[in-house]
């Protein structure tokens, strides 16, 4: 991929360097300074979308895992995609250019979408002006099995937007309540990536605006290094103002089983059987996910209340007895034509797994409500005060052949002797074949064809969230001790030593791709990749 590319890639390292020094020079004071004096005279076109009164700065700094305040000089609240073109052309041609992050609902946990004395892009400001406008940020064409959405919008909206064509798409998150660029800008991942891959899969055409102020519209076909960058590139090539997602036919309705187990290796074996099963749609499941039950944790949690209230203490006796348990937790989608069959199929998968007798559980909820499953925890979670807390979370994605050691590590030894582990810890498998390297995002370099995702989805209090990053620290380390060769989702790296061994024999076609389409380094500055400070 090297050859499409004018310069070697020492030379683009030095590039960056210089830049990178010029452009830190007098350090917070002169990021200060170096916003253009134009954006705040009355009489710039983009005057009126600059906002900086002390509440919406105070928002702009923070982030869902409240860890991270990084202060912008200003918000940038578009109401067209030209008010964003003109912004990062304006900075791109300025003697000394500004930062400038998109942000979507600043769900990142580290001050991914932050911009220290730069300016913030607040998309959510063009997201109210096209949904009051007849919804142009969601265009379904039917005929084509697909739909145009902007970048701004959430995927909730997309999927009751192509719900009134009986269509929707295939690949999604836990959580419906994000931006489609902020989740595209890292992948998408969640219980269906193991049968229809992460988000960015799903993805025919985008139209970004670029580093240089380039309003782009790429695709495999055209412009495909923007495309493949842009796609997991954790927002440093360009700003997502539009995507085309292919669509397929709407389920109505799903049947959603949760099983226990005890042994992890059961577990596991259990969970690669399912998602390596063969077939036709009707013979495959459409959702498999994991996560750990834990003496110290509530039996249901913020995410999802499943288990019956008479089965809580049973549950509760095994997980003491345990220490820890192991839910597997699979969904299988049908319509009214698919319906008189879907318990037999049911039943058919589930033959032959180990799980514990007795402890067998199933729902039969709409499509929406499985998809929104989160919505309701959400909104308990906020009437009580415990949404805008510190969320410390750790995400990585573990290769197959050092899952066992990682149980046995982590959370039968760390998780186990700290104690404080009360969140949801999900674990579930993903089927490499389903992911496209030329994408940006990375997974294991392992040959292993499975690799799984593990997340501890922390919520904590003011005065103690160090107690869990020190966890999730210690749970590094581990895995750097052992030889386990992981790679964090929704990375967080400070030094650009890291960022290298992050994206490995990526590194080189990251670098090359920022040189082509964000020379100056403007984008996304909270990813810390090539900026310090």
């Known amino acids: 991929m090297a050859e499409n590319y004018p310069f070697p890639t020492y030379f683009i390292l030095l590039i960056i360097t210089i830049t990178r020094l010029i452009s830190t020079v007098g350090k917070t004071e002169q990021w200060k300074s170096s916003l253009p004096i134009e954006l705040s005279k009355p009489n ?3 005057f009126k979308n600059v906002i900086n009164d002390p509440k919406t700065i105070e928002i702009a700094s923070s982030d869902y895992g409240n860890l991270v305040h990084e202060f912008p000089a200003a918000v940038f609240r578009p109401t067209t995609v030209n008010d964003i073109v003109s912004l990062v052309k304006l900075s791109f041609n300025s003697s000394v250019p500004f930062r400038i ?12 979408a932050m911009a220290r004395d730069g300016v913030v892009v607040d998309m959510k400001g063009l997201r109210e002006i096209n949904n009051n406008n007849n919804n142009v940020g969601i265009k ?7 739909v145009d959405v902007g970048g701004e919008q959430l995927w909730i909206d997309v999927l009751y937007g192509t719900l009134e064509y009986g269509l929707a798409p ?7 309540y994000l931006t489609v660029g902020g989740t595209l800008s890292n992948a998408g991942i969640s219980g269906q990536t193991f049968r229809y891959g992460p988000q960015i899969t799903s993805v025919h055409q985008m139209d970004v605006v670029t580093g240089k102020g380039e309003f782009v519209t790429c695709s495999k076909q055209k412009n495909s290094e923007l495309f493949h960058g842009v796609l997991g590139g954790l ?11 292919a669509l397929e036919p709407a389920p109505k309705r799903v049947k959603w089983v949760r099983l226990l187990y005890s042994d992890f290796s059961i577990f596991t074996k259990d969970q690669e059987r399912l998602i390596s099963m063969k077939g036709s749609k009707n013979s495959s499941l459409d959702y498999l996910e994991g996560m750990l039950l834990m003496h110290q944790g509530p039996i249901n949690n913020w995410r999802s209340s499943f288990f019956p209230l008479a089965d809580h203490q049973r549950i509760i006796s095994l997980v003491t007895q345990h220490r820890v348990l192991y839910c597997l937790e699979i969904a299988k989608y049908y319509d009214d034509q698919s319906e008189i069959n879907v318990n037999k199929e049911i039943q058919v998968l589930l033959q032959g797994l180990n799980h514990i007798p007795g402890f067998y559980y199933e729902k039969n909820v709409s499509f929406v409500e499985f998809l929104n499953r989160v919505r309701s925890g959400e909104l308990k979670l906020q009437s009580q005060g415990l949404w805008d807390v510190p969320h410390p979370w750790l995400n990585l994605f573990i290769p197959k052949s050092r899952i066992l050691d990682f149980n046995s590590g982590v959370f039968k030894k760390i998780i186990y002797k700290r104690n404080i582990t009360t969140g949801p810890v999900l674990v579930y498998p993903m089927n ?3 992911w496209d ?9 392992e040959e292993d064809e499975i690799f799984y995702a593990v997340g501890f989805l922390h919520s904590s209090g003011f005065d103690n969230w160090k107690e869990f990053d020190a966890q999730n620290r210690e749970i590094l380390q581990f895995c750097n001790d052992v030889g386990i060769k992981y790679k964090l989702y929704l990375p967080h790296y400070r030094t650009q030593e890291d960022w290298t061994n992050h994206f490995g024999p990526k590194w080189t076609t990251f670098l090359q791709r920022k040189f082509q389409f964000d020379p100056r380094m ?12």
């Open 44 to 46: 710039n076109i983009l």
């Open 101 to 112: 992050a998109a942000r979507g609902q600043g769900h990142s946990t580290c001050g991914q």
């Open 140 to 146: 379904v064409f039917k005929e084509g099995n697909y």
């Open 170 to 176: 295939v690949s999604w998150t836990d959580y419906l």
């Open 235 to 245: 927002g440093q090539f360009g700003i997502i103002t539009r995507a085309r997602i």
């Open 432 to 434: 490499r074949n389903k």
């Open 437 to 445: 390297n030329k994408m940006s995002a990375r997974i294991p370099d």
């Open 522 to 533: 403007i984008l996304s500055p909270g990813q810390r990749i090539f900026n310090n400070n």
